[in-house]
C-alpha cells in the first residue's frame, strides 16, 4: 500500500490562490472519482473539505475546490486567508484490499 | 448531531495487544451504507487508514497491517471496536474513529482520537 504523494509544504500570500497536488495510480486516483481531501489545523481534528474529487460539504468555503486529470487530483485554494494555512491530506479509495489510501500530506502556509 | 468517542489504554507494552473502542451517537449501523473506520496518526506524521466496517458487517483492513487487525461492531451498544496484536513502538499515535455516510465516500465526522503510546 503505497501513500499518495503530496508536495511536503505549499505557500502563498493573503489573497492569492494556491494549489496542491496529490499523485497516485490508476488503481486509486485514476481509477474511481472517489477522492477526499482533509484538513487539519494543529492539534485538532481533520475535517473533510472535498469529497467525490469535487463536491463540498456544507459548511466548507467555496474558496475550496477540487479536480483531477488521470492519476493526479488537485486542491485549490483560492483567496488565501490565514485560517487556511494548516495541514492538508489527500485520500482515495483503491479498491476493494484498500479502502482508503492517504497522502503524505501537504503543509500550507500563509505568507 | 453525530459524535464519536475513542476510548482505551494510553500506554501499551510492546507485544501486547491493544483493543480501542469508538462510542458514537446521532447514527446507526444498522443502516444501509453506514460505515465507521479507524484512522492513526503518528506524532508529527500523516494520517494513515487503518480498518474499516460496513452496516453488513463487511470488513476492510489495511494490506499492511491486515494481518494484526480485528474490527467488530456491536450495534445494540453503538460501538465499533478495533483489535491490534503485537503492538511495537511504531504504532504509537493518535487513534482516531470516523464515520462514513449513508451514500457517502469520505469521512465526514471524526472523533477527538486517543494518544496510544507503545512503550516498555
Known amino acids: 500500500q503505497s501513500a499518495l504523494t503530496q508536495p511536503p509544504s505549499a505557500s502563498g500570500s493573503p489573497g492569492q490562490s494556491v494549489t496542491i497536488s496529490c499523485t497516485g495510480t490508476s488503481s486509486d486516483i485514476g481509477g474511481y472519482n472517489l477522492v477526499s481531501w482533509y484538513q487539519q489545523h494543529p492539534g485538532k481534528v481533520p475535517r473533510v473539505i472535498i469529497y467525490?474529487?469535487?463536491k463540498r460539504p456544507s459548511g466548507v468555503p467555496d474558496r475550496f475546490s477540487g479536480s483531477k486529470s488521470g492519476n493526479t487530483a488537485s486542491l485549490t485554494v483560492s483567496g488565501l486567508q490565514a485560517e487556511d494555512e494548516a495541514d492538508y491530506y489527500c485520500s482515495s479509495y483503491g479498491g476493494t484490499n484498500n479502502f482508503a489510501i492517504f497522502g503524505a500530506g501537504t503543509k500550507l502556509t500563509v505568507l | 448531531q453525530i459524535t464519536l468517542k475513542e476510548s482505551g489504554p494510553a500506554l501499551v507494552k510492546p507485544t501486547q495487544t491493544l483493543t480501542l473502542t469508538c462510542t458514537f451517537s446521532?447514527?446507526?449501523?444498522?443502516?444501509?451504507?453506514?460505515?465507521v473506520g479507524w484512522i492513526r496518526q503518528p506524532p508529527g506524521k500523516a494520517l494513515e487508514w487503518l480498518a474499516f466496517?460496513?452496516?453488513?458487517?463487511?470488513?476492510r483492513y489495511s494490506p499492511s497491517l491486515k494481518s494484526r487487525l480485528a474490527i467488530t461492531k456491536d450495534t445494540s451498544k453503538n460501538q465499533v471496536v478495533l483489535t491490534m496484536t503485537n503492538v511495537d513502538p511504531a504504532d504509537t499515535a493518535t487513534y482516531y474513529c470516523a464515520h462514513r455516510p449513508q451514500g457517502g465516500s469520505s469521512f465526514q465526522d471524526w472523533g477527538q482520537g486517543t494518544l496510544v503510546t507503545v512503550s516498555s
Open positions: 466496517i460496513n452496516w453488513n458487517a463487511d470488513e
Open positions: 467525490e474529487v469535487t
Open positions: 446521532g447514527f446507526s449501523l444498522t443502516t444501509s451504507g453506514v460505515g
